[in-house]
């Protein structure tokens, strides 16, 4: 700002003041260092150096600008009177030798003077002169006056030289009508002849400004000519520039041969506010560009993605609606009054060339016949060029080499013809264009019946009224207001956010377990009540969490005191909760926060079965474990079905429970085996007695009375036979090395009994298996696997009702192969699962009771163990967990021997 107001007083800037702007680099350097590394951090660097330099740069442009105005404006001013103007010449020669090439093509006369005027660039030159094409008897076929009242006296002076043969010159005469003269002898011995008087002005008038523009940058800048009287001191010819409230003005004697004058000219200045408008559009300009190239350079030329955040909703939070919505309604506000003003401004434009081209019309039309219906001397009259149209159809105007051109609509609009022609109205107005610029027609009756016209350029308009800058104005406002109506809408979000981050803040540390908080609930706004509601509720979390506490403790103390333990786990299996029963009973100690230890032995089957329950997500399972001397039951039961989840253990020592149960259990056995050894003997005795009746009778048929009770006492001793080997089996499985482990394929033994069951194919019962090839094999009795499965089976097949499904699985697990036989059948209620391996116990009012009981003997006489589970659905689950086959059980099975 401090350079633009420099250039503004002092018309130009040294090259020393660009250090000005080390001050603010080093306060963003300074700025940038506390700021983090990252995309926010390279942003904020390449904006901050895009606004510093941009801002320097535009001073600086600004002041170099100016002072080549300066510049132009001293070669110009240079060029005014009658002096030596070499490039002026050089032009001339240009204009001689195209006038000569287009006469050599046959060029028309009217389009040669024209066509020689624009090509050679004397067009550009601003100044002024009188074009004579002579025929070969000395008359002027065609002339073009440009900025000259009247035919100098020098055009024809030449004319005999031409007719001598001398070629084409330039001459110098140096006089005020004459200053330069240019003669071209052309073909059929006709002459172009040029003469150009004195500059008086930086931009004569011509009748081709309205097609092609203005003839200098300059002349827009109004130039004064003061004649320089007797007796004044005469200004010298060096210009001299002082500061004005227009801007710059400069002044410097002139010359000529009729009379000194002072030539003064004014360079504009826009004022302090116009030139702030400017210079912080384009600084801000700038800066956008060289961000957007900097950031296609990353991405080009370095091929790194700019790390752009995820997109987020700008509506998705209270903040940024009211700052959405505060910058919005000022945008459209300022749109509104922007268009509306742009609008007015056209319109003030047109009503504006309107009324100056009706005036025009209107005073041609009263001087009309004042000047007998010349166009010519009308123009003059009143200063604008005319063109008469009659009967719709243009007749002539005040330039009429222009309209010989047929550079002019040559009929008047119909319906605007009409309605003059029909005295509807005498003044009609349409805009149209000329040159590529909008015009504004003014079409006037005159008093004999033609109608006369004029034309005024919209541009005139807005030249009084400074359309560009009030644009200028309006953009730099617009994006002032933005500035502030951001800054505003930033200021009042975080006024409104402010105790919403409090209330968030204060929830985040009370979710946390503050619950000492206080909010302040002074506040006369309608926070404060939110503030007390909140206060409120966390003294209710108080008085919850306290009562918490209090039944928390009082839980912990009575599973302290139980006589079961109890581990309790979350999903991830981290133990969240255990009592001293639960490590007396695992004889190791369980760290709350941490997952089970990996026990060895048996406690480490124990620790898998409970990883195994976490990860097939079992509602409830029960197993037992023997450790040691003692018999440990383990009920697990799932938390939730839903997240988190988790599982809850008890452990419960039932060595007692199961030394009085299996008491009691051989003294029901006794009295099972003695009345199921009963009930053969009866029959035995009977026909023993029937023997012996028949033999002391010495009846015939004693042969066959014997034959019969002998059979019927042999199948009565078999079945006292079936009877002592089933409770054998139960009572005295296998001992380890009696009858040594072997290496047994679970595959084949499962698909031998699976061809046995399924008895062909379309039975109501479907068996199979899904055992994969690799498995390993087991250390087992292959005899002893074939009744376990088979037990396992029967009472799976016993189970379903109608229609079903049994399935054999097999997989391999960490340190053992698990074999799992799956039913849909009724399955068992939870509250008698604990008693299905207890002997003489049965689901079915059959059987003898043994056949699980049996399976949980062999199995464990294998080192195995055998777990009992209600599936998810419907039906039961048998898993056996048994030790795969190794190297060293084979070794160890060979020494004996």
């Known amino acids: 700002m401090a350079g633009a107001f420099w250039v503004l007083s002092i018309g130009s800037i040294p090259g020393w003041i660009t250090g000005a702007w080390a001050l603010p680099a080093l306060l963003a350097a300074f700025g940038l260092s506390c700021v983090k590394k990252g995309a926010r951090r390279d942003w904020m660097a390449w904006f901050a150096a895009a606004a510093i330099g941009s801002s320097a740069a535009v001073v600086i442009a600004w002041g170099a600008r100016i002072d080549a105005r300066m510049d132009e404006a001293e070669i110009q001013l240079s060029r005014l009177g009658v002096p030596v103007d070499p490039y002026l010449e050089y032009v001339l020669h240009r204009f001689a030798d195209t006038a000569d090439s287009l006469d050599a093509a046959g060029v028309e006369s009217a389009e040669l003077l024209y066509e020689s005027w624009i090509l050679s660039g004397l067009a550009e030159e601003g100044t002024g002169a009188w074009f004579t094409l002579w025929s ?187 700052t959405v919505a505060l910058f919005g309604f000022f945008l459209v506000s300022a749109a509104l009054f922007g268009t509306l003003s742009f609008r007015t401004l056209n319109e003030v434009t047109e009503r504006t060339a309107a009324a100056i081209a009706g005036r025009v019309a209107e005073d041609a039309a009263a001087f009309y016949r004042d000047v007998n219906g010349s166009m010519a001397a009308l123009s ?61 027609m003014a079409f006037r009756r005159l008093p004999d019946g033609d109608v006369v016209a004029t034309q005024v350029p919209l541009q005139a308009g807005a030249t009084t009224l400074r359309q560009r800058e009030i644009l200028e104005l309006i953009a730099f406002v617009v994006l002032i207001g933005a500035g502030l109506s951001l800054g505003l809408a930033f200021l009042v979000g975080r006024t409104l956010t402010r105790p919403m981050r409090t209330l968030q803040v204060a929830s985040e540390k009370v979710g946390g377990g503050n619950l000492q908080l206080q909010l302040p609930g002074d506040r006369a706004d309608e926070f404060g009540s939110v503030f007390t509601a909140f206060n409120r509720m966390v003294l209710r979390l108080q008085r919850a969490r306290r009562d918490l506490v209090r039944t928390t403790r009082r839980t912990e103390a009575i599973v302290e005191d139980a006589a079961t333990g109890v581990v309790a786990l979350d999903a991830l299996g981290r133990v969240i909760l255990v009592n001293a029963r639960a490590q007396a009973v695992l004889e190791g100690r369980i760290e709350v926060g941490e997952r089970m230890p990996r026990f060895g032995g048996p406690r480490g089957e124990f620790v898998a079965w409970v990883e195994g329950c ?72 009977l026909s023993v007695q029937h023997i012996r009746r028949a033999w002391k009778d010495q009846k015939g048929e004693f042969e066959t009375i014997l034959d019969r009770n002998v059979g019927a006492i042999l199948k009565e001793i078999d079945r006292l036979a079936e009877i002592a080997s089933g409770f054998s089996r139960f009572g005295a499985p296998a001992a380890v090395g009696e009858v040594p482990l072997e290496p047994v394929d679970v595959g084949a033994v499962a698909r031998e009994l699976l061809t046995l069951y399924r008895g062909g194919e379309g039975g109501p019962i479907d068996f199979a298996a899904d055992i994969p090839e690799d498995l390993p094999r087991i250390s087992a009795r ?108 084979r070794t160890d099975g060979e020494e004996p021997s």
């Open 614 to 685: 976490l990860r097939d997500h079992l509602r409830e399972a029960t197993v037992e474990f023997q450790l040691g001397e003692r018999r440990i039951r383990v009920r697990a039961r799932e938390v939730s079905r839903q997240e988190p989840g988790g599982i809850v253990l008890s452990l419960e020592d039932i060595t007692d429970e199961l030394r009085t149960e299996r008491v009691l259990a051989w003294g029901e056995m006794a009295r099972q085996v003695a009345h199921e050894v009963k009930n053969p003997l009866t029959p035995i005795k």
């Open 136 to 322: 070969a008897g000395d008359l002027p076929e065609f002339e073009i006056t440009i900025g000259v009242d009247g035919r100098p006296g020098a055009a024809d002076d030449f004319l005999e030289e031409a007719r001598q043969g001398e070629p084409a010159f330039v001459r110098r005469l140096g006089f005020g009508d004459a200053n330069y003269v240019v003669q071209v002898p052309l073909a059929y011995g006709r002459v172009l002849t040029g003469v150009l008087p004195a500059r008086r002005e930086l931009s004569n008038s011509s009748p081709f400004g309205p097609i092609f523009g203005s003839l200098t940058a300059l002349s827009e800048s109004p130039l004064t000519m003061v004649p320089v009287l007797e007796g004044d001191e005469a200004t010298s010819e060096g210009t001299v520039w002082r500061r004005t409230a227009e801007g710059w003005e400069a002044t410097v004697g002139v010359p000529y041969p009729d009379g000194a004058m002072d030539a003064k000219y004014v360079l504009d200045l826009p004022t302090s506010l116009l030139a702030a408008a400017r210079g912080t559009l384009l600084v801000l300009g700038n800066a956008l560009a060289i961000l957007l190239l900097w950031a296609l350079g990353q991405y080009v030329l370095v091929g790194r993605r700019l790390q752009v955040r995820t997109w987020r909703n700008p509506f998705s939070s209270f903040r940024s609606r009211v």
């Open 380 to 440: 003059v009259r009143v200063g604008a060029d005319l063109l008469e149209y009659r009967a719709g159809e243009l007749r002539g105007g005040s330039v009429d080499d222009l309209v010989e051109l047929g550079l002019y609509d040559g009929l008047i609009p119909f319906e605007l013809n009409q309605r003059i022609e029909s005295r509807e109205e005498l003044l009609e107005t349409t805009l149209g264009s000329l040159g590529g610029r909008e015009h504004l």
């Open 782 to 889: 292959e005899t002893e696997l074939k009744e376990v499965l088979s037990n396992l089976l029967e009472n799976a097949r016993a189970a379903i009702e109608g229609d079903g499904s049994v399935i054999i699985e097999a997989r391999s697990v960490p340190t053992a192969v698990e074999i799992r036989v799956r039913d849909d059948g009724t399955g068992i209620p939870v509250d008698l699962m604990g008693r299905i391996f207890e002997p003489q116990f049965s689901t079915r009012s059959t059987g003898t009771g043994l056949g699980l009981a049996i399976v949980r003997k062999l199995v464990e006489s294998w080192g195995g163990m055998v777990t009992v589970e209600v599936d998810r659905g419907e039906g039961t689950v048998i898993r056996l967990q048994l030790r795969p086959w190794t190297e060293a059980e």
